[in-house]
């Protein structure tokens, strides 16, 4: 890799294969760190909740427990791991008072072990998509289904479908990951001491 002269490398590993997930990765670090080239791997991490988190809770612990797995697999894997951060995202959905919405979880781990974890906005779900979460399907499956479209989660989400494309899955895991990493820009004014 050629570094630009004073250029500081930011290396970032995604608990995901998918690029929806990791094109706003980078995107977010690149935001955030606009004199830092951002160098992104990926590896298929393992959510340990259900395919469809069908709560919040479900849904943070997912993209927890993929942040958590990242950073063991480089610590057992790769003993002189140089990544900066471990980044995972879970979308899922839960119903609320004003009615039944999807959203996501994302969680970003430090090299020096500070867990930073931010929600999206909630994007209102139909009944009719909701009833089919509940009966076990995959939001992104059911929005193929209605929408007559092909791999949505890996393109515009149903995020993109139901906002005629003015957002995107991955403008929303964009702008989560860009508020949760805040702290590490200022880490002095969110320190407890």
């Given amino acids: 890799m050629v ?20 094109g706003a990765a980078k995107q977010a670090f690149t935001l955030m760190y606009p004199n830092h080239i951002v160098h ?4 298929h991490a393992p959510s340990g909740v259900a395919d469809q988190p069908m709560t919040e809770a479900e849904t943070r612990l997912g993209a927890q427990n993929r942040t958590h797995y990242c950073a063991r697999y480089y610590n057992e894997q790769q003993s002189d791991s140089d990544i900066d951060y471990f980044v995972a995202m879970e979308g899922g959905v839960d119903k609320f008072e004003e009615g039944a919405a999807t959203f ?3 969680a970003i781990l430090s090299n020096k072990g500070v867990l930073m974890t931010g929600r999206s ?3 209102p779900l139909p009944s009719k998509v909701y009833k089919r979460l509940q009966a076990n399907e995959e939001l992104g499956v059911v929005m193929d289904d209605i929408f007559n479209t092909s791999n949505i989660r890996q393109k515009g989400g149903a995020i993109g479908l139901f906002t005629n494309h003015a957002a995107t899955r991955e403008s929303i895991y964009t702008q989560a990951l860009v508020l949760a990493l805040a702290p590490s820009l200022h880490p002095e004014h969110y320190s407890d001491q």
Avoid at 3 to 22: F, L
Avoid at 40 to 43: L, S, V, W
């Fill in 3 to 22: 570094v630009k002269t004073g250029s500081t490398v930011i290396r970032i590993c995604v608990g995901s294969n998918n690029p929806v997930k990791v």
């Fill in 121 to 123: 906005a909630n994007l």
């Fill in 40 to 43: 992104c791997e990926e590896i």
């Fill in 104 to 106: 996501a979880y994302v």
